[in-house]
């Protein structure tokens, strides 16, 4: 059975920083997502990775794939405000494809 | 396209009452999958759809929950004599399976309360 870890649970930055949000998951996943999550909504797909050494970026966020170590990051550059959400990375079950999540990235960026 | 949308966005009952949430999945997309998220938690997988048909159901999904699919199209979830441990958010996923990226689309989910 797939499991996912994320670390760090908590990340509080400064504006203009930059930090790297971990992703390990336990047993071979065909594709890693990203997603976001602002408090009381829903789930916004950022990426997904699809082979390794993929690499995909958007704004200041990047996100990177390594199938050997079972490890993705999302990297953020420069971070700003609007970037505070919860980040998830999720990795996909063969067969039924169901998604299961890691514990979430509660990041909050700081003035 | 109009997204994936659930319906109600909030529901507050007692214990002991039956709830049905409703989900209705982008047009085109044949895979439909419901999750639940408790507070400071990640989605966890409940069941999902092919079409009309139920695949796999979740050991987290006692004999009180029942999903539907019956057209292929929208889809609901109804919760029998609701528990407290059942306030969550529920949330529901679609997508079109077999494409590179089989991306999962969230709707915006309904939080169920019971007190």
């Known amino acids: 059975e797939l499991k996912v870890e994320q670390n760090p649970l908590f990340l509080s930055m400064q504006e203009g920083k930059n930090y790297t949000i971990y992703c390990n998951y336990s047993?071979?996943?065909?594709?890693l997502y990203w997603y976001r999550q602002d408090p009381g909504k829903s789930l916004e797909s950022l990426f997904v990775l699809l082979s390794n050494g993929a690499v995909k970026q958007e704004g200041r966020l990047m996100a990177s794939l390594d199938t050997k170590a079972r490890l993705s990051t999302l990297h953020i550059t420069a971070a700003v405000h609007d970037l505070s959400a919860t980040y998830f990375c999720a990795g996909v079950n063969f067969g039924n494809e169901k998604l299961t999540f890691g514990t979430g990235t509660r990041l909050t960026i700081i003035p | 396209d109009t997204g994936v949308s659930q319906d109600p966005r909030h529901k507050i009952t007692k214990r002991g009452q039956n709830v049905t949430f409703r989900c209705d999945p982008i047009s085109e997309h044949n895979r439909l999958y419901w999750y639940r998220q408790t507070l400071g938690q990640g989605p966890e997988f409940l069941t999902y759809f092919q079409n009309e048909a139920q695949l796999e159901k979740s050991r987290l999904l006692s004999d009180r929950f029942s999903a539907e699919r019956p057209k292929g199209s929208f889809s609901t979830l109804e919760i029998q004599r609701t528990e407290q441990g059942d306030s969550a958010m529920y949330l529901c996923?679609?997508?079109?399976?077999?494409?590179?990226?089989?991306?999962?689309?969230f709707g915006p989910g309904t939080r169920l309360t019971v007190l």
């Open positions: 996923a679609s997508t079109t399976w077999g494409t590179d990226t089989d991306t999962q689309y």
């Open positions: 047993t071979t996943s065909d594709r």
